[in-house]
C-alpha cells in the first residue's frame, strides 16, 4: 500500500490527520481496517506519540477511526455522512457498512402509554422491532423499535411485508411523506436483554435516541426509538 507522509519532524496532529484521513476517505485503509499501531505511526512521521495521539483524536472526532485501548485504531465508514430519508439499511450501505438486518417483531400491538404521550385517541401501534448486525464480526451496529399508529394504510404492513425490506419505501407508497418532526438523544447503558440482541456486554453505554415523525398536516407517522452503537454513531450539532 502506498503511503503519504509529510516531512521529517515537520508534521503536526492536524497534518497527521489530513494524511490518515486521505487514505481513509480513499478507499486505501477500508472499514474495519486498523491503523498503524501508534510506533509505528511515531516513525512513519518522526514525531512524538503525544503527537500521533492528537492527530488520532482528530480523526476519532471526525467520525472515521474508533481507538480500542491496547488493542489499537479502526477506521469507521462514520466519517461519510448518512442521508437516513433513504431508510437506516440503504443508508448505512451507501455509507459502506456490510449488515445482517433481523426483524424480532412485526405485528400489532397496543401501548397506552405512548399514545397518551402522543395524544392519539387510538392506542394500538404497528410494533416493528429490528437489529443490525455487523457481517464482519458480529457486533451489534443499531436496535430500532418503530411504532406506527394504526390507520387503514398501514393495518396490513405486518401480513404484507415491507417493500423492498424497507420501511420507508413501505410508507412512502402508502402516501405517509414525512415533513417535518422532532428528535431527543441520550445515553444509555444497555440492559441483559438489549445487550444480548446487539452481541455485546450488559450495561456497555449506547447513544439512544427517539424520534418523532409527523406528515405536513401534524398528523404523527413513526415513533421510533434506536439503540446505537457508539463505535459508529455520533450526534453532530450545528449553529
Not at 437516513?84 to 401501548?111: N, P, Q, Y
Not at 422491532?129 to 394504526?150: F, K, M, N, Q, Y
Not at 444480548?196 to 435516541?209: E, I, N
Request: net charge positive.
Amino acid at each position: 500500500m502506498r503511503r503519504t507522509t509529510v516531512p521529517p519532524g515537520m508534521a503536526k496532529p492536524r497534518q497527521i490527520a489530513t494524511v490518515l484521513e486521505e487514505e481513509i476517505r480513499s478507499g486505501r485503509l477500508a472499514y474495519g481496517d486498523r491503523l498503524q499501531s501508534e510506533n509505528e505511526l511515531v516513525h512513519r512521521f518522526s514525531v512524538s506519540r503525544a503527537t500521533i495521539r492528537k492527530g488520532l483524536e482528530k480523526l476519532s472526532g471526525r467520525g472515521l477511526i474508533t481507538t480500542r485501548v491496547g488493542i489499537g485504531s479502526f477506521v469507521t465508514y462514520d466519517g461519510r455522512r448518512m442521508d437516513d430519508a433513504l431508510g437506516w439499511a440503504k443508508a448505512l450501505s451507501k455509507a459502506g457498512a456490510k449488515l445482517e438486518t433481523r426483524i424480532l417483531r412485526f405485528d400489532i400491538v397496543e401501548d397506552e402509554d405512548l399514545a397518551r404521550r402522543l395524544d392519539l385517541a387510538c392506542v394500538e401501534f404497528v410494533a416493528l422491532d429490528r437489529v443490525r448486525i455487523a457481517t464482519v464480526d458480529g457486533h451489534g451496529v443499531s436496535l430500532e423499535r418503530s411504532r406506527l399508529p394504526l390507520v387503514e394504510s398501514v393495518a396490513d404492513l405486518p401480513k404484507t411485508g415491507l417493500r423492498d425490506g424497507s420501511l420507508s419505501k413501505s410508507l412512502f407508497a402508502r402516501g405517509l411523506v414525512p415533513a417535518k418532526g422532532e428528535e431527543w438523544a441520550e445515553l444509555e447503558c444497555l440492559s441483559d436483554e438489549d445487550a444480548a440482541l446487539l452481541s455485546t456486554q450488559p450495561g456497555a453505554p449506547f447513544l439512544k435516541t427517539r424520534r418523532l415523525v409527523r406528515q405536513a398536516n401534524g398528523r404523527v407517522i413513526e415513533y421510533v426509538t434506536s439503540l446505537l452503537n457508539p463505535a459508529h454513531f455520533a450526534l453532530r450539532l450545528e449553529f
